[in-house]
């Protein structure tokens, strides 16, 4: 009998998941058990989603009627924290700008962070006989100020200082502080109901950061109706010195000027589904066009199932040749009872690749540069589902995803993952990893690798998150090259608003 393949045993996995959750939900409502209220932990997981992906800090909804209500796309209001009646579920973003609520003059507010921030890499070689470690320790102080003179403008600014330290390095990397402006940028809103113009350097993101997660300079407006959001920007990474103290390019889009539009529908408390369409039109020599249409939508299928899909196409021109590229990332997480709130997730992401680079058409789907890839499954804490080692971008590559959780405090969590990697075509390089060396080009399995995630929120103000990650290379490397590599990561950051 031919043994299944890895395909066919991640769809039988959601298979049974769904097969699981309906059989629960049909036996509830046959004894009489189902309940149209949601318990008070899905009621606050669902005061605290954001249909707008590119609404950066939108803060929860009000669990109550006696909460105040804040206005739809509030651009610079990040994670509010729980009122002591309100169970908040909102996982940790490292990212988000600060709150500020501080009165410091009329019309003037303050808030910030103060961020301590630990990193160790061993091992990224893929080679024992290599001695290559990095651990870096990065505070950061990330004040913020807002002046709101009226109910129609808004002036936000972000500057952030971090001074890194290494204290193990293999290679000589002079670590140099940084003054940064983070975000800058003034809102015109409530002049024509459900619009906002907000102009300057602001924050993108995507719900799961698979197309932004970056601070670029832009002019972006937004509409909002019922359940219907629209929004329109232009925009272009470091159009004006970022680094205040060091001026250093990067190769992710300086060059480029994106055209972005979006458009949202909520349906039901928890679901909401997507459409956008993303030009880059790159500026120096003229070379690189790229157009991205897709979907993203996330949810619940049924009560304790929730699901996420995110696709798209890209087309356009890279020089001579042709772009064709598609990909897909879909997943499924089940929620059960009792008091760990045990959880199980799995997930299938496949990006298109290459398989002849010597013709005019690239088939190789590829990402805009300006991803994060992070997500949680059903935790309190952000991580990289695609691998906090590898790192990939989904360009030539299958990713199964296999996680299990337990919650064993409202805002405590702890979040184990394993990625199995494949190369669509047995290729040189893998696009955007971290690691030092590239494999062969003679066998299409990249690897697979071990996460571990815990977060923690319980103190007021503090919030922590700590990542332990093990890569183990296949067949696609070097037998010299078969050795694992390792991250360890530690942050903690206290916020004062």
Same mark, same amino acid.
């Given at each position: 009998m031919p043994k299944p393949s890895t395909q066919q045993i991640i769809l039988s996995a959601i298979f049974a998941l769904l097969l699981t959750n309906i059989a629960q939900a049909a036996t509830e409502f046959t004894d009489g058990t189902a309940n149209p209220s949601t318990s008070s932990s899905d009621s606050s997981s669902a005061t605290t989603s954001s249909i707008g992906p590119l609404d950066p800090t939108a803060p929860p909804k009000p669990a109550t009627p006696t909460a105040p209500l804040k206005e739809a796309f509030d651009p610079n209001a990040p994670l509010i924290p729980a009122q002591p009646s309100v169970l908040v579920k909102e996982p940790f973003d490292p990212n988000a700008p600060p709150r500020t609520t501080i009165p410091i003059g009329p019309n003037l507010t303050f808030g910030g962070y103060i961020e301590l921030n630990a990193e160790s890499d061993r091992g990224y070689s893929l080679n024992t006989k290599t001695n290559d470690a990095t651990s870096i320790f990065t505070p950061k102080l990330s004040p913020a100020f807002s002046y709101d003179p009226n109910r129609y403008l808004q002036i936000y600014a972000n500057p952030t200082v971090e001074t890194p330290v290494a204290f193990e390095e293999t290679i000589d990397n002079t670590q140099t502080p940084a003054v940064k402006l983070n975000l800058a940028f003034l809102t015109l809103k409530n002049i024509v109901d459900g619009v906002r113009l907000q102009v300057g350097r602001q924050r993108f993101i995507d719900t799961k950061r698979w197309l932004f997660n970056e601070s670029m300079d832009a002019a972006r407006l937004a509409y909002q109706y019922e359940n219907i959001s629209l929004e329109l920007s232009a925009s272009r990474f470091s159009l004006f010195q970022t680094d205040l103290l060091n001026r250093e390019r990067k190769d992710i889009g300086? =060059?480029?000027? +994106?055209?972005?539009?979006?458009?949202?529908? *909520? /349906?039901?408390? *928890? +679901?909401?589904?997507?459409?956008?369409?993303?030009?880059?039109?790159?500026?120096?020599? +003229?070379?690189?066009? &790229?157009?991205?249409?897709?979907?993203? !939508?996330?949810?619940?299928?049924?009560?304790?199932? *929730?699901?996420?899909?995110? =696709?798209?196409?890209?087309?356009?021109?890279? %020089? !001579?040749r042709h772009i064709r590229g598609e990909a897909i990332d879909v997943g499924l997480t089940q929620v059960f009872g009792g008091a760990l709130e045990p959880s199980v997730t799995v997930g299938y992401a496949y990006g298109t690749g290459d398989s002849n680079p010597n013709d005019n058409v690239d088939t190789s789907f590829r990402q805009t540069g300006f991803q994060g890839n992070s997500d949680k499954f059903n935790g309190v804490a952000r991580f990289k589902y695609y691998g906090e080692v590898l790192d990939p971008r989904l360009t030539n590559l299958m990713i199964f995803t296999g996680g299990v959780g337990i919650r064993p405090g409202e805002k405590t969590s702890f979040d184990l993952v394993y990625h199995y990697y494949l190369q669509d075509h047995a290729s040189t390089s893998i696009r955007g990893s971290d690691l030092t060396t590239d494999p062969t080009g003679l066998s299409k399995y990249v690897g697979s690798e071990v996460d571990l995630v815990a977060g923690?929120?319980?103190?007021?103000?503090?919030? =922590? *998150? /700590?990542?332990?990650?093990? /890569?183990? &290379? %296949?067949?696609?490397?070097t037998d010299t090259s078969r050795d694992g590599a390792f991250l360890a990561s530690i942050l903690f950051r206290y916020n004062f608003y």
């Open positions: 300086e =060059t480029s000027i +994106n055209y972005y539009s979006y458009l949202d529908y *909520k /349906f039901g408390p *928890k +679901n909401h589904v997507g459409v956008f369409a993303l030009y880059q039109d790159e500026q120096l020599l +003229n070379q690189k066009h &790229p157009i991205f249409v897709g979907l993203q !939508s996330e949810g619940r299928i049924v009560k304790h199932l *929730k699901y996420w899909l995110q =696709t798209a196409i890209v087309r356009g021109t890279d %020089g !001579s923690y929120q319980e103190i007021a103000a503090l919030q =922590t *998150k /700590f990542v332990l990650g093990y /890569f183990m &290379p %296949g067949r696609a490397f």
